[in-house]
């Protein structure tokens, strides 16, 4: 993979040549676009890219588009697009996200300091669904979005 200067991540791809993923950033160091193109063989491939919208140092929306090829007959396009909420039913003050990572949800929990600049809040709601946070000294130690739970340990 390539790191720029601020030691966000560029590019990556795998040594077998089946996968290439590419990311950029604004101004703020802030990911706001991401690709990955999966290859199968010649005949079977996925691409998938994401495009984010950032107000107030919050992620706000994310639109994911997909396609590919799948035996050798173009795949249809599919859209989807991710709204993320800071206050819910239960959270009416944003959280503070201490941990200057992106948590970064769609179909799954992405998260790490190579995604740019974190969020300024943790997201508690992404399209209607909750997630729920377990805090320790006011960073995360757990967190629970439909039937997917993950912990994490700071040090």
């Not at 010649?42 to 799948?70: A, F, L, P, Q």
């Not at 800071?86 to 941990?99: D, F, G, L, M, S």
């Not at 990572?101 to 300091?113: E, M, R, Y």
Request: charged share 20%.
């Amino acid at each position: 993979g390539k790191l720029n200067a601020n030691g966000t991540i560029v590019s990556d791809s795998a040594v077998n040549g089946n996968y290439q993923k590419e990311y950029s950033y604004d101004e703020s160091g802030h990911i706001n676009y991401s690709s990955s193109l999966f290859i199968k063989d010649e005949e079977n491939s996925n691409r998938y890219s994401y495009s984010y919208t950032w107000t107030d140092g919050n992620i706000v929306s994310c639109k994911m588009m997909d396609g590919g090829i799948h035996n050798g007959a173009a795949m249809e396009l599919g859209i989807y697009d991710y709204k993320y909420e800071y206050v819910n039913e239960t959270v009416t003050t944003p959280i503070e996200n201490k941990t200057g990572l992106v948590f970064l949800f769609d179909s799954v929990l992405n998260f790490s300091p190579v995604y740019g600049a974190g969020t300024k809040n943790l997201p508690v709601k992404v399209n209607g669904q909750n997630i729920q946070w377990t805090l320790d000294d006011g960073y995360p130690v757990k967190v629970v979005t439909g039937n997917a739970t993950a912990t994490f340990m700071w040090k």
